[in-house]
Every structure is written in C-alpha cells, then in structure tokens.
C-alpha cells in the first residue's frame, strides 16, 4: 500500500490481522520514495547495492524475490497501481507485469493509476486459474498517494517568481480526510481478496509514510541553511512519520505476535523465502523467523545529487518548479533508541541526533560530540565506505 502510515490502520480488515498474524510496530524503510523504497523490499538489499536511488528510469541490481520463486517453480504476477514502478525494469521474473492506467487523476496528483478494486479483482481472476500451482502476487496499491493537488482542488492561490504558493496554510485540511478514504477503500479490498483467495501467506507492508497537516513543517521542507524549498511530503527527508511503515503476516503458520523492535523492509524478502522453505540469496537484510533483529536501520534521500543524470526528473523539476536542486541529500542510522540524521554531500555531516525513547516526535535535537553519535557516525561511515555515490 504505497504512502501508508501504521498509525492510519484503523480499519477492522487491518484489525483482524493484528489479532489473528504477526505485526512489526517498528518497521523502517531504506527510502523515502516510491522506486527505491519498493526495489529494497523486493530485494532485500540496501540502495547502495541494488543501485536505485531514484524514482523513475531505474536498472535494479540484484536478485528481486519473483525470480527467486520463479526459479523454484512459482507462477508470479504483479497488479501495478502507480506509474512509477513501470519506468524501470521491475517486471523481471514476473509472468505477468501489468499496469493498465484506468484513471487519468489530474486532481489528486496521481497521473495515470489503477484503482484498489481493478487490482484485487485482477489478482482474484489470476489466481482463481491457477488453484494447482504455486503462486505469488505482488499488488501495489496507489490509492492513498495523494498530493497537494488534493488540497488545492477547488481553488489555488498564487506562486511567488519561485514557484512556490503563497498563504497556502488557509487552503489546507481535506487531504488527511482524502488519505483516510483511500485507505479505508484499500482495506475492503484486501478483505475481499483474502476471503476468496484465502492465501497460504499475506504480507501488508508499505514503501513510505507521509507528513500531513501540522507535521514537520508541512508542507514545506527547508534544507539544511534554513530555506524554504517547495512542498514535499515524503520524498526528500528522513523523520519517522516517512520511513517507518505498516508490516503484518498472515496465513497459515504465522501465529498472533506483536514485535516492537526495530527492522527493516528488506529483512520482508529474505523472511518470506524463509517461510516458504527457499534459500534466500545473499541481502543486507535478514529472515526474522528466528526472532533476531537488526542492530542497525539505513535510510537515504539522494534528490539534489541525483537530479541532473535522470532526464525525466530534471523535465519535471523544470515543470514544476519543485526545488529538488536546493535539498539536501540526506543518510540517517537507526537502532531502537537512538537516530542519526545526516547531510551526505561528498562526506558525511552530522545535522541531527534523537533519542526515540524520550523524544517520539524527533523535535529535541541532541547533536553534540558524545559517545552516541560518534558510534553511529562510525557505523555509518563504515557502511557507505564502498559506495559509489560518492564518487
């Protein structure tokens, strides 16, 4: 479910699976933004190795878990809801890849998309065939990817010569109600999926969450020297209500457990294949089964760095005039308590320190020179010692 928070999970679907599956309170994504957020799951891998660090013409790197099943004799398909996960080479391994484009949404900041409905009645069809084999379906649902366009329907106030709206804040408030619709839309979806299909496993995960009204600025995003750049609800920083996301098994075999330590969305691939009996290839994440968890969680936003080598997103900056030259790229390390934040531009500056324990909302920042940040500054280091984006 693209753009989908835990905290929005308020839904009966989603509370039967809490009660009856396995729900990771603390789940973190390695991206901000739809393409390399979803190429982690599916990979198992950290950015730095699959080598997707930006929403639109990607090549993944890497082994995707529909080649793995596939190559163990599954039939795959994946029902696509959003535009970005076709501009890339996604499809590998999957028998069937399709995005039919039902709706051309100009109001609401999708583009063309496929409803929640389309897609669950098209995996319903697929599988009703295949009642004999062994399958796997990957859905991508769209529907609560809303942007401000949703805000602004009705009326739109002026841009200033940057851009940018002026006294947009007396606009702003239906879009959380939007959000909500879709969501609940979605969850009666799933609901139908899963009485008729009745899977052996269902795994609800999502690629990002979302700022709304009140949070972080929003909808503004400011870079490190105190600017303002455009509007942007996801894409561009690293706070929590952007990364953590939504993640519960259910199925046969997956018993009722709350797990409130932290992992990673790319420990999802290698757990799955696990539960199904299959050796994982080699990732940056790992099975949880064994109910052992990740010391450390890796997130990144590379926009400004990244934007003048996709053509695309350069002609959409342009269009737009969405500020992405102006942002920061940013690299964060997460354990359970503590959370480091940081500007990557060539060398890695540290902007921001939180302790999560005591400070949920990130708004006391802690950076100063002390045992905590040094380690994780170390860490951090270390991990991206190899990585070719710095180049």
Not at 221 to 230: C, E, L, R
Request: with cysteine; net charge negative.
């Amino acid at each position: 479910m693209d753009c989908v928070r835990p905290d929005y999970l308020t839904y009966s679907f989603f509370d039967r699976l809490k009660k009856e599956g396995e729900e990771y309170t603390n789940c973190i994504a390695q991206a901000p933004h739809t393409s390399t957020s979803h190429v982690s799951i599916l990979t198992g891998l950290y950015p730095f190795s699959h080598k997707v660090r930006w929403l639109l013409d990607f090549n993944v790197k890497g082994q995707m878990i529909q080649e793995v099943l596939k190559e163990n004799g599954y039939e795959t398909a994946a029902f696509i809801g959003g535009f970005p996960l076709t501009t890339g080479n996604l499809n590998r391994g999957f028998d069937i890849f399709e995005h039919r484009e039902v709706v051309n949404d100009t109001l609401e900041g999708r583009s063309f998309y496929d409803p929640a409905n389309v897609l669950s009645m098209r995996a319903i069809e697929w599988l009703d065939k295949r009642k004999t084999s062994d399958n796997f379906v990957f859905l991508h649902f769209f529907d609560a990817h809303l942007t401000l366009r949703s805000e602004l329907v009705h009326q739109r106030p002026e841009k200033d010569e940057k851009g940018i709206y002026r006294n947009i804040g007396r606009y702003l408030g239906r879009r959380e109600r939007r959000y909500r619709e879709e969501i609940r839309f979605m969850s009666e979806q799933l609901q139908l999926l899963l009485d008729l299909c009745d899977p052996d496993l269902l795994v609800i995960t999502s690629d990002h969450g979302e700022k709304m009204q009140g949070e972080k600025n929003y909808p503004w995003v400011y870079n490190s020297k105190g600017k303002q750049i455009s509007s942007h609800f996801h894409e561009v920083e690293l706070w929590d209500i952007q990364l953590r996301v939504p993640l519960l098994f259910y199925g046969s075999g997956i018993q009722n457990k709350l797990v409130a330590e932290q992992v990673r969305s790319i420990d999802i691939m290698p757990t799955i294949l696990d539960l199904v009996d299959i050796k994982p290839p080699k990732t940056d994440g790992i099975s949880l089964i064994e109910e052992k968890y990740p010391k450390y969680a890796y997130s990144e936003t590379f926009f400004s760095q990244l934007m003048e080598k996709n053509v695309h997103s350069f002609e959409m900056d342009k269009e737009h005039s969405w500020g992405w030259r102006d942002i920061d790229p940013l690299v964060s390390l997460r354990t359970n308590r503590y959370k480091l934040i940081c500007s990557a531009k060539g060398k890695i500056k540290p902007l921001m320190l939180f302790d999560l324990a005591k400070d949920v909302e990130e708004e006391k920042n802690m950076l100063d020179k002390n045992r905590v940040q040094k380690r994780l500054e170390h860490e951090l280091v270390e991990l991206l010692r190899n990585d070719d984006q710095w180049i």
